[in-house]
């Protein structure tokens, strides 16, 4: 990360006022946990560049929070609004750095759990259920500060490397 509070960029597809307000709910209450969570809700005014905030904060981010609904999937996929656009830069993202981890999958829809074809290999976070909302919450925090549940233990010594004196005898 390039700083201690990570930044984090929250790319979503305009569904309904009750999905924005969700996606809006999400980005306070990560900048209440200390992550910089960019969203057009508090930064895109009337008369802005939206492609510009785009494609600024698209390249500039930590980390980038994809929410994925039927509709932002179907964008995505078929290169349509400001969702394809988003996808487009992504998308040359990736091309730059093929194991980049940069793009978090998050699934709100129920049901399937489609995420756009580019992300069709990546892992996701499961925001589908409502009931789940502060683990996956907890989850989703623990990955942007890179603070994961479970650290691997250091490898330890193999103690079978040392001469046996009862198998030199043989």
């Known amino acids: 990360m390039s700083s201690n509070v990570p930044k984090v960029f929250i790319s ?3 569904d309904n006022q009750s999905h924005k307000k969700w996606v809006l709910e999400l980005a306070q ?16 005014s009337l008369g802005d560049d939206l492609g510009q905030f785009m494609e600024e904060n698209v390249s500039d981010s930590d980390r980038i929070i994809m929410v994925c609904t039927e509709t932002y999937v179907t964008k995505a996929n078929d290169g349509l609004g400001n969702v394809g656009y988003e996808k487009m830069i992504m998308t040359s993202e990736y091309m730059r750095e093929v194991d980049s981890k940069k793009v978090i999958p998050l699934i709100r829809q129920t049901g399937t759990h489609n995420v756009p074809i580019f ?36 490898v330890g010594n193999n103690h079978s490397s040392q001469s046996s004196p009862i198998l030199l005898r043989v």
């Open 12 to 14: 979503y597809s305009h």
């Open 29 to 44: 209450r990560l900048r209440n946990a200390g992550v910089d969570a960019i969203l057009d809700q508090f930064r895109v």
């Open 119 to 154: 992300l069709s290999s990546r892992m996701y976070i499961n925001f589908s259920r409502d009931d789940e909302f502060e683990l996956q919450f907890d989850n989703l925090l623990r990955e942007i500060h890179q603070a994961p549940l479970f650290k691997e233990p250091p």
